[in-house]
């Protein structure tokens, strides 16, 4: 009987242990965490902001996997930010835009395969050659690519990119298209001055193309035939390419080329270009000059082929346009001399203007706006005087800006990247009332006249409208503890070492 009992305790104890390890377990084993609650970390906190803003996250809040599968789309063009580190959690990404931001690697985004949309226009990016483009390898349903003004010599990562249709490499230093060969979906091209490209039969066979821009290319008459399959065509822009039979021409006009059919379709401008080469046999397409919208048919002299071409008031296409904009008027309508009177704002922006002779005839302007243009030279300006903003951002033909000399109200002038030096400076100086002043990257050494300026009350917050004065002075070797006693009074400064001026 003793036996017997004694067993059964050891029974029950040995269950009642085992119940408490269980009970224990189960106490100790932590919950699994949902990957959608995981806090996502960037590196560049003005990217959060802006992330958070489109989200409608609170400034408090964290951005987690879950809530950044909600972005689809990002523009965060024309800003400081730096680095897109985190950015490779936006699995449902598809669209995004970096143009003139301080990014450079790109890393981040190389496995994001949602995106279709790709803006990065004037941006330095890390690696050499090919390397450079190593983040677009697994970017399978990219459809637009623009890497204007953004150094790429290689382009041979965009290779077998079957979804890509939009392509901009204006100023991108390549040469070789070899690898764009068979991409026949492609549908715009833009080369316009894009290096010493001597060879375009990798863009044989590319029927769907309405955009192609191929200025300064060495294309000459043999390779110029290949343009006859281009019946698509809306625009082009064939200036300096050493062309002198212009028959191709003559077949992709009969089969539709350049109509407001194919316009409306795409929605881009009918515009072709043919200025600096000798054309021979400019009548070949003197029955189709109608089509074209004043100024949009530019270097054809149909002087000889019978009917008189009357001539543009402007000598440029692209400032006419935007001029009969503003003016509310239409291709036919005259431009008069005392309605330019009444134009007091310029924005060329999204205009492929390179000559502005012609803005001598509006004194009345005050705010001018020539970024994204091709202008190389002020003088037109050279008599306004109130003009108060003028912007030519990363206009980097023009080196001289001593047109602008006599508008001494000029309170903002953003002039990134163009390379006026020392010398312009001299104008500078004239500029006493300058509360914003971008002079990144503009090769100048010597800022006494800014501390000069500033001594006067420029380019201090006082002077500014809303009290924040704005200078850049990134980029540049300079000695700046010339101007370190005024800095305090500058409400957003970025660049400049004065770790010395002490």
């Known amino acids: 009987m003793t036996k017997l009992y004694n067993l059964r305790i050891m029974m029950l104890a040995l269950l009642f242990g085992a119940m408490t390890i269980a009970c224990t377990d189960d106490d100790d084993t932590p919950p699994t965490q949902d990957p959608n609650d995981e806090v996502v970390v960037f590196e560049d906190e003005l990217l959060e902001g802006f992330i958070k803003s489109d989200l409608n996250i609170g400034a408090n809040n964290d951005i987690t996997v879950g809530r950044l599968a909600n972005l689809t789309t990002l523009n965060i063009a024309n800003t400081q930010v730096a680095s897109i580190s985190g950015l490779e959690k936006a699995t449902n990404l598809e669209v995004l835009n970096l143009n003139f931001t301080n990014v450079t690697d790109m890393s981040p985004i190389q496995d994001l395969t949602s995106l279709k949309e790709l803006n990065l226009w004037n941006l330095d990016l890390e690696g050499q050659g090919a390397a450079i483009l190593d983040f677009v390898?697994?970017?399978n349903?990219?459809?637009f690519l623009d890497l204007r003004e953004t150094p790429t010599s290689d382009i041979s990562r965009l290779a077998g990119k079957s979804t890509l249709k939009h392509l901009n490499l204006r100023e991108a230093f390549v040469s070789d298209l070899?690898?764009?060969a068979g991409m026949t979906q492609l549908e715009y091209l833009n080369f316009n001055r894009c290096g010493n490209i001597t060879d375009i039969s990798p863009l044989d066979g590319m029927v769907n193309l309405y955009y192609l821009s191929l200025r300064n290319a060495e294309v000459g008459d043999e390779q110029f035939q290949q343009f006859a399959q281009y019946t698509k065509l809306v625009e082009s822009n064939i200036r300096n390419t050493g062309i002198t039979d212009i028959?191709?021409?003559v077949a992709i006009f009969e089969a539709g080329a350049f109509t407001q059919e194919l316009s409306d379709l795409y929605g881009n401008k009918i515009s072709l270009d043919l200025q600096n080469n000798n054309i021979t046999n400019p009548c070949l397409i003197a029955q189709w000059v109608d089509q074209f919208p004043q100024g949009e048919l530019e270097g054809w002299d149909g002087s000889t082929c019978g009917d008189t071409v009357e001539a543009s008031f402007f000598e440029d296409a692209g400032l006419e346009g935007r001029v009969r904009e503003i003016l509310g008027l239409g291709d036919e309508d005259e431009i008069t001399e005392e309605l330019l009177l009444?134009?007091?704002?310029?924005?060329?922006?999204?205009t492929t203007t390179s000559n502005i002779s012609g803005v001598e005839k509006m004194p009345n302007l005050t705010f001018v706006r020539l970024d994204g243009t091709e202008v190389s030279d002020l003088t037109p300006f050279s008599e306004h005087t109130k003009i108060t903003y003028f912007n030519i951002n990363t206009v980097t033909g023009i080196?001289?800006?001593s047109p602008l000399g006599n508008n001494v109200d000029?309170?903002?002038l953003i002039a990134r990247n163009v390379e006026f030096g020392n010398e312009g400076m001299e104008t500078i100086a004239k500029f006493k009332n300058l509360w914003r002043l971008n002079m990144r990257n503009t090769a100048v050494t010597d800022l006494s006249v800014l501390a000069d300026l500033m001594e006067e009350g420029a380019l201090q917050n006082e002077k500014a409208p809303d009290g924040i004065a704005i200078l850049d002075i990134r980029e540049i070797e300079a000695d700046f503890c010339v101007i370190a006693a005024y800095r305090t009074e500058i409400g957003e400064l970025s660049?400049?070492?004065?770790?010395?001026c002490d």
Not at 342 to 350: A, I, N, Q, Y
Not at 495 to 500: E, K
């Open 137 to 139: 390898q697994n970017l």
């Open 141 to 143: 349903e990219l459809e």
């Open 178 to 180: 070899s690898p764009l």
């Open 247 to 249: 028959t191709p021409l």
């Open 342 to 350: 009444t134009v007091e704002e310029l924005d060329l922006r999204g």
């Open 399 to 401: 080196t001289d800006i």
């Open 410 to 412: 000029l309170g903002t």
């Open 495 to 500: 660049g400049g070492d004065f770790s010395s």
